[in-house]
């Protein structure tokens, strides 16, 4: 497309200016001339300007033949040199989208990888805080295990002290009661002073009778409070049981995730670098084709190059012809001169 501003008054202007100072306009000095415009844009306009200007004009001697031949060749040389070059504007520009979209696809895959990557990495993180935390607490579990087992063995060992206790005292009653009744019967015929004695130490034995009989009470509720706090640590140990298997299972199961997460993170790290590989493909493919842009336009300068000189050497025959014209003009001048001198000696004689 042609730019802004080039139209065919500049391509018009730009050839005139060029003729006048004794050059040929050609594509190459208008667009030098201007300053801008593509050469598949001057191209046509000048080859309007030529035409309306009827530069055959300029070519009076030559045989028409070698007038159309040489204009056709540079019309196809400057054909062939735009088609290629726009053909390779276009291959390239094509190739270097298609580059850049893969490009940003591949940096955009990349990115995903990344951040995919990194939630790999954080889940990956709370996961093992998660099983430190799981480990600590079960840690923490069989640590009050270990005391339930010890306070339960202590609530034992005290249960069967009291047990024994009670049956002590149970048989220091019964003890008692024996010598009581063999006393009783023995001091039946004493005195009344024994019977004194024998009823305040009747009352002292009643009195230590309760007060065992007390203790029994008292044993009988530690017991049973011993029995509860046995029953309510079982009930604890049996659930943390339950929490530790439960536990066992959760860290398990995120061991497993870790091993999947794992897998996941080499996988897209394969494909990362798969991608990394591609682009260093791609990279070498836009080098390749830099490389043919620029043998092309090498190739479109040796062109031009020919062009030009086929039309210096186009220059150097019109103005040989000119020169020969002029000289048979001066010729057919003196042989005008000499025919009149040979007319007049006619006359003469």
Same mark, same amino acid.
């Given at each position: ?56 004009a ?8 070698l007038?159309?031949?040489? #204009? ?7 054909? @062939? ?8 504007r ?37 996961? @093992? ?13 069989h640590?009050?295990?270990? #005391? ?16 024994a ?10 003890d008692?009661? *024996? ?5 009783q ?16 130490t ?10 065992l009989?007390?203790q ?22 049996d #659930? ?22 794992? *897998? ?42 020919? =062009?030009? #000189? ?8 019109? *103005?040989?012809?000119?020169? =020969? ?19 007049? =000696?006619? *006359?003469?004689?």
């Amino acid at each position: 497309m042609a730019r802004a501003g080039v139209t065919y008054v500049d391509i018009a202007k730009a050839a005139e200016a060029i003729k006048s100072r004794g050059q040929e306009p050609t594509v190459d000095r208008v667009r030098e001339h201007l300053g801008t415009g593509s050469k598949s844009t001057i191209a046509p306009l000048l080859k309007r300007w030529r035409s309306d200007n009827g530069d055959a004009a300029d070519v009076s001697g030559l045989p028409n033949d070698l007038v159309e031949v040489v #204009k056709s060749l540079h019309e196809r040389v400057q054909h @062939m040199a735009d088609h290629k070059i726009d053909q390779a504007r276009t291959e390239f520009k094509a190739t270097t989208e298609e580059l850049h979209q893969e490009l940003a696809e591949a940096q955009n895959i990349i990115a995903q990888l990344t951040s995919r990557q990194h939630d790999l990495e954080q889940q990956l993180n709370s996961a @093992m805080e998660g099983k430190r935390s799981l480990g600590q607490s079960l840690e923490d579990a069989h640590v009050a295990m270990a #005391k339930s087992e010890s306070q339960r063995g202590e609530a034992v060992s005290r249960v069967t002290e009291l047990k024994a206790t009670v049956e002590e005292l149970k048989q220091e009653n019964r003890d008692i009661r *024996d010598h009581f009744e063999h006393y009783q019967q023995r001091t039946a015929e004493d005195h009344q002073q024994e019977r004194e004695q024998f009823r305040t130490t009747n009352q002292q034995l009643q009195g230590q009778i309760q007060g065992l009989t007390q203790q029994l009470t008292q044993a009988d509720a530690q017991i049973s409070e011993q029995i509860q706090e046995c029953t309510q640590h079982q009930i604890i140990i049996d #659930k943390q049981t339950a929490e530790n298997h439960a536990l066992q299972q959760e860290i398990a199961l995120k061991n497993t995730e870790i091993g999947s997460l794992s *897998d996941n993170i080499k996988a897209s790290q394969d494909k990362s670098q798969k991608l990394s590989c591609q682009n260093e493909a791609l990279q070498e493919k836009v080098t390749l084709l830099t490389g043919r842009q620029s043998a092309a336009e090498k190739e479109v300068i040796l062109l031009t190059q020919s =062009l030009d #000189k086929t039309e210096a050497e186009l220059r150097e025959a019109k *103005d040989k012809v000119a020169l =020969l014209a002029d000289e048979n003009k001066i010729i057919l001048q003196e042989k005008a001169v000499i025919q009149g001198q040979f007319k007049q =000696l006619q *006359d003469s004689i």
